[in-house]
Nanobody, 120 residues
Framework: QVQLVESGGGSVQPGGSLRLSCAASRYRDSIACMGWFRQAPGKERERVAS???????NYADSVKGRFTIYKDNAKNTLALQMNSLKPEDSAMYYCAADISSLGCGAFNFWGQGTQVTVSS
């Protein structure tokens, strides 16, 4: 199994930046894909970004050009750099892992989440 712990959330003004981190109990070739999701009150859960074992990245249209997903296999960590933050980015952000051989299709393990609030 995979255990995930997020950190780095907080409050920031519009236009500011935050970097979210996720520590995983295992990574490298044992995890097919890792991703960041977010959910705001009254909204559907949204996949923000993902990265597979070949470092192929995918982003939601709403964050392209502003967010970047990174992974560090040596440290078993995942990060999300968020720049030019907007109020609509406010949400609970979750780290997730897919251990399927296909990758990025079934996220089996989830962290507890970290809150991001963007407001003046």
């Amino acid at each position: 199994q995979v255990q995930l712990v997020e950190s780095g959330g907080g409050s920031v003004q519009p236009g500011g930046s935050l970097r979210l981190s996720c520590a995983a109990s295992r990574y490298r070739d044992s995890i097919a894909c890792m991703g960041w999701f977010r959910q705001a009150p009254g909204k559907e859960r949204e996949r923000v970004a993902s990265i597979n074992r070949n470092y192929i990245r995918n982003y939601a249209d709403s964050v392209k050009g502003r967010f970047t997903i990174y992974k560090d296999n040596a440290k078993n960590t995942l990060a999300l750099q968020m720049n030019s933050l907007k109020p609509e980015d406010s949400a609970m952000y979750y780290c997730a892992a897919d251990i399927s051989s296909l990758g990025c299709g079934a996220f089996n393990f989830w962290g507890q989440g970290t809150q991001v609030t963007v407001s003046s």
